[in-house]
């Protein structure tokens, strides 16, 4: 799976982890060069506390459009240490 927006790939992996629809890709799969840690943070009853990335690719910026669990619920553990996309971000095999 590749993780694409603004015609760059953001990451890209064959062991991504589907929860809800969203394909979490090994933190390690993520070129790390595009992120930007932001402050926000949401809460998931059963995933625990979400923090987010913004991602700045050729000057264009996307705020928020990646997150993670970096200490999730029990129920959600298999996406420890993995990141999902959204707003705009195209997730293609």
């Known amino acids: 799976m590749k993780a694409i927006w603004n015609g760059k790939t953001i990451a890209e992996s064959d062991d991504t982890v589907v929860v809800e629809n969203n394909h979490y890709f090994p933190k390690e799969s ?13 809460t998931c009853p059963w995933k625990g506390l979400a923090s987010y990335y913004s991602l700045t690719v050729d000057g264009k910026d996307n705020a928020d459009a990646a997150w993670y669990y970096p200490d999730p ?18 997730v293609v095999e």
């Open 30 to 42: 993520v070129n790390a060069d595009y992120l930007a840690d932001s402050p926000t943070h949401t």
């Open 73 to 90: 619920k029990p129920a959600a553990s298999q996406i420890k240490d993995r990141v999902a996309f959204w707003k705009g971000v195209q």
